[in-house]
């Protein structure tokens, strides 16, 4: 196996989305509009809140949005779930990049909501910290996680539970 890349670029996230990427397992991340980052500035399988891992990306926020144009009219605000689904793709975005086979499924975690990304905001942060990481029988993982919209905390989430289930 190929030594493991630690930052991913937007293109290569597309790749990672067809299954385009040397080494990749099957737990890719969905197409646009449902991808929701643009980069992977950081991922470690050390380290991290608990020492087992964490991912860093980002998403650069901007009126042509398709979620702005809709959600809501004249109130223009970032879905809250988009921004939990992010957490739950980079969830699964690192339990194929540690090796694990599968295609990724959101299995649940609790949220809370401080904030918001409004149509003012420039920029979104993401982290999540893994808390467990399990290969077999099922690659399973729980993570923390937290959204920042231009360096303010706007959502916390805990126990982010993400699965890969076997491909037949």
């Not at 196996?1 to 385009?20: K, T």
């Not at 980002?58 to 979620?67: C, I, N, R, S, V």
């Not at 879905?79 to 980079?90: K, N, R, V």
């Not at 299995?107 to 401080?114: D, S």
């Amino acid at each position: 196996m190929a030594e493991r890349r630690h930052q991913y670029s937007y293109e290569e996230l597309l790749a990672h989305g067809r299954g385009e990427l040397p080494d990749q397992k099957d737990a890719r991340l969905p197409a646009p509009p449902m991808l929701m980052f643009d980069r992977i500035t950081h991922i470690e399988g050390e380290g991290g809140a608990f020492g087992k891992g964490y991912v860093t990306a980002e998403l650069d926020l901007h009126p042509g949005l398709w979620f702005f144009a809709c959600h809501f009219i004249g109130d223009p605000v970032m879905p809250g779930c988009l921004g939990l689904d992010a957490l739950w793709q980079m969830t699964g975005f690192f339990l194929g990049w540690s090796g694990s086979p599968g295609r990724g499924r959101a299995l649940g975690g609790e949220i809370k909501f401080t904030g918001q990304a409004t149509i003012d905001k420039k920029l979104l942060e993401y982290r999540i910290d893994i808390k467990r990481h399990m290969r077999s029988p099922l690659p399973f993982g729980i993570a923390t996680g937290e959204v920042k919209a231009d360096g303010e905390v706007i959502y916390v989430a805990e126990n982010l539970r993400v699965g890969l289930i076997p491909v037949e």
